[in-house]
């Protein structure tokens, strides 16, 4: 008796999950430079009073922006 082994199933799969994979980390790398960028153009948009009220300086903004998007 011969049993066949269907071993490109196994192989689809794999690729399609790594393809899976990849889209769901753009995505989510999308989604961190879109928090990024956002909070970077609103604590820009303040004035040197309203950051100061939020115990900011105008050098904190990039800092600020990329541990909301990158380290939260």
Known sequence: MAYETNSL???GN???DR??????????????R???RDTLR???AL???ELCDL???HSEI???AYQAAYES
């Open 9 to 11: 199933g196994a192989v």
């Open 14 to 16: 794999g690729i399609m």
């Open 19 to 32: 393809v899976n994979t990849l889209i769901a980390d753009y995505r989510a790398k999308a989604a961190r």
């Open 34 to 36: 879109k928090i990024y």
């Open 42 to 44: 609103e604590l820009s």
């Open 47 to 49: 004035s040197h009073r």
């Open 55 to 57: 115990g900011l300086n």
């Open 62 to 64: 990039k800092r600020v």
